[in-house]
């Protein structure tokens, strides 16, 4: 590669980094992941067997889903996000507890090599764009036999597919960008990971969702706190065809994956996976 395409290929890199970090500040994230999501940071917390006087960090920590339930155990917790309005509202929600909040890109983390015993990611390092990369950071800021926790939504759950209903609406990815839902593939983790890692444990759950009583609630829902979705309805402002399309693809979506019964719920399904590291 010529220094010219190298530069060309750093620009747009950095472009692309712009890009997430701007999305995950749209709407409202810290309010879905008080409404929804929170008990999965708990869960890999608790799978992962952090106790008091461990050393943690959790990547693409957000709000600190992961990271206020490791400290409230007595870890020694660093928290870091790409998104710095996401750790400012976790920094405001843990109130004195003692979490070095981080501003950090997950594919670049500016950590020493071997420097935590447990490296924890609750539905956030998914999101990097490359996994590759992501992954060796994980993996060279764990320590030989310490721990890496992580759920990630998986391709086949709800939202799995609703990535892949928002996708035809959506500008193409730049090259090189992988789809987040595939962190939820034990496959591709090990693709991943390979032989570096040691798996524990690793399993399917369902987080039950029972926030929404319609599939318009929850389609409006995502439209007005979820930064991927509101990135995709902002490139589609000028057209009310596609607009609307995309409108009846998300009810059409929850309607599909409603369990049965008289009142409206889904089920989200996720992979949790701990591994030690042991290269």
């Avoid at 032989?195 to 409006?220: I, K, N, S, Y």
């Avoid at 998300?250 to 992979?271: D, I, N, Q, S, V």
Wanted: charged share 20%.
């Amino acid at each position: 590669m010529s220094i010219s395409d190298t530069l060309a290929a750093a620009e747009a890199d950095r472009e692309l980094k712009k890009r997430h970090r701007a999305m995950w500040a749209f709407g409202d994230y810290p309010r879905l992941v008080e409404q929804i999501v929170h008990p999965l940071g708990a869960e890999v917390v608790l799978l992962a067997g952090v106790g008091s006087g461990d050393v943690v960090l959790d990547v693409a920590a957000g709000t600190g889903n992961a990271a206020v339930p490791a400290a409230r155990l007595g870890a020694r917790v660093t928290a870091s996000d790409l998104t710095p309005e996401l750790l400012t509202a976790g920094r405001a929600a843990a109130h004195d507890l003692a979490i070095d909040w981080v501003e950090a890109d997950a594919e670049q983390l500016p950590f020493d090599a071997a420097g935590f015993d447990v490296v924890l990611s609750s539905i956030g390092v998914m999101f990097a764009p490359h996994h590759r990369a992501a992954a060796s950071e994980l993996l060279r800021v764990c320590r030989i036999d310490g721990t890496i926790g992580l759920s990630s939504w998986t391709p086949e759950g709800f939202v799995g597919r609703l990535f892949a209903t928002m996708k035809p609406f959506a500008p193409a990815p730049p090259p090189g960008a992988e789809p987040p839902p595939a962190w939820g593939s034990p496959a591709h983790l090990d693709e991943l990971f390979g032989a570096r890692v040691e798996t524990l444990r690793q399993e399917r759950r369902m987080l039950p969702v029972t926030l929404f009583h319609e599939p318009e609630e929850f389609r409006d829902y995502f439209k007005q706190h979820y930064g991927p979705s509101i990135a995709v309805y902002r490139t589609l402002a000028d057209d009310p065809v596609a607009t609307t399309a995309l409108d009846d693809a998300l009810t059409a979506l929850a309607r599909e994956h409603a369990l049965p019964g008289a009142e409206f719920a889904l089920e989200w399904e996720y992979l949790v996976t701990v591994m030690r590291r042991v290269a």
